[in-house]
């Protein structure tokens, strides 16, 4: 069992930056492989970053935030991050973080809502124009 408390939302221009963080309860928090998801008003929730539980190089990104956006984990303080730069209108919704005990190996594992079973309660990036 973990518990996901998302923080780090808030309101910046075009081309600005934001850091999200999700603090994670539980002692086992560095077995989990972690992600980050968004969801914008309207439309379904989006995979967004994912990372895998025993190394930064193992990472993943949808294609439209590559090179602006960077996941890093720190296992000992049980907390997940995601440095948003250069961030763009359409980057507006609820960011969530979410984990899995599932051992991905594809960007499609990595990527996929239902592999994930524990979810934080979100928090809003609007990015104004």
């Known amino acids: 069992q973990v518990l996901l408390v998302e923080s780090g939302g808030g309101l910046v221009q075009a081309g600005g930056s934001l850091r999200l963080s999700c603090a994670a309860s539980?002692?086992?928090?560095?077995?989990?492989?972690m992600g980050w998801f968004r969801q914008a008003p309207g439309k379904e929730r989006e995979f967004v970053a994912a990372?895998?539980?025993?190394?930064?190089?193992?990472?993943y990104y949808r294609d439209s935030v590559k090179g602006r956006f960077t996941i890093s984990r720190d296992n000992a303080k049980n907390t997940l991050y995601l440095q948003m730069n250069s961030l763009k209108p359409e980057d507006t919704a609820v960011y969530y973080c979410?984990?899995?005990?599932?051992?991905?190996?594809?960007?499609?594992?990595?990527?996929?809502?239902?592999?994930?079973?524990?979810w934080g309660q979100g928090t809003q990036v609007t990015v104004s124009s």
């Open positions: 979410a984990a899995t005990y599932e051992r991905c190996s594809t960007y499609g594992c990595y990527a996929e809502i239902r592999n994930y079973n524990y």
């Open positions: 990372i895998n539980w025993d190394s930064d190089d193992n990472t």
């Open positions: 539980g002692r086992t928090f560095s077995r989990y492989v």
